[in-house]
C-alpha cells in the first residue's frame, strides 16, 4: 500500500477545485468525481457526464414555509367556514341578516379559496422540481441501477392508476440511494436497504387525502 505522501492529490477536472481522498462531487462546482482512484495525475474518476450535484437545500426551505403558509391558510378557512355557517343559521332561525354580511362572507370565501388555490399550485411546482433534481443527484452520488430517470419522478404523478405506485416508487429510490451509509464505490448497496416507515406513512396519507377529496367532490356535485 502506498503512504499518505506517495498519494497524488486530486483535482476536480471542470473548475480545478483540489479534492479530498473522499470526496465524490466537487464542493465547488458539484461535478461527480467518482470513486477516488488514479486515472492520470489527478486521480478523477468520472461518474458520468451530466451528473453535476445540485443542492437542494433552498428548495427544501421555500417548500417548508409555503407549507406551513398552506396550514395557516387552512386554519383560517375553516375558521371562515364556521362563521359562514352561523351566519347561515341565523338566516334560517328567522335572524336579522344584512345584506352586506351575506356579501362580505361570500367575498371573504372567495378571497380564501383563491389563495389557498395559488398556494397549491405553488407548492405542486415547487415539490415537482425539488423531486426532480433530488433524483437527478442521485446519479452524481455514484447510485447505479436507478432504473426510473429523473423525469418519472414528475410523469409519475400524471399517469392513471400509475401514480397511484410510481410516485411511492420514486420517493423510496431517493430515500435509500442517498442514504449515505449506502453510497458505495460500487453503488449498488442501495438497493438492499429498507424503505423507510416515513416514506410509507407519507404514501398512506397521501392515497387516504385523495380517496377522502374525490368522496367530498361527488358528494357537493351531488347536492
Sequence with gaps: SMSGDDVQPRFCISCGQQLTSADRFCLNCGTAVGD?????????????????FKSGHTLVQWLSVILLLSIILDLVATIADF????????????????????????????????????????TGILFLIWIYRAHKNLAALGAQGLGWGPRWAIGGFFIPLGNLVIPYLITAQIWKASDPERVDANGW??????????????????????????FLLRRVFEE
Design 36 to 52: 477516488p482512484g488514479t486515472s492520470g495525475a489527478t486521480g478523477f474518476t468520472p461518474v458520468a457526464a451530466g451528473t453535476a
Design 83 to 122: 362563521a359562514e355557517l352561523r351566519l347561515i343559521n341565523r338566516l334560517i332561525d328567522g335572524k336579522n341578516v344584512t345584506l352586506e354580511e351575506l356579501q362580505d362572507s361570500d367575498d371573504r370565501q372567495a378571497a380564501i379559496g383563491a389563495i389557498q388555490f395559488i398556494v397549491f399550485v405553488g
Design 189 to 214: 448497496t442501495w438497493k438492499d436497504a429498507p424503505v423507510s416507515l416515513l416514506v410509507k406513512v407519507w404514501w398512506a396519507l397521501w392515497i387516504v387525502a385523495g380517496i377522502i377529496g374525490q
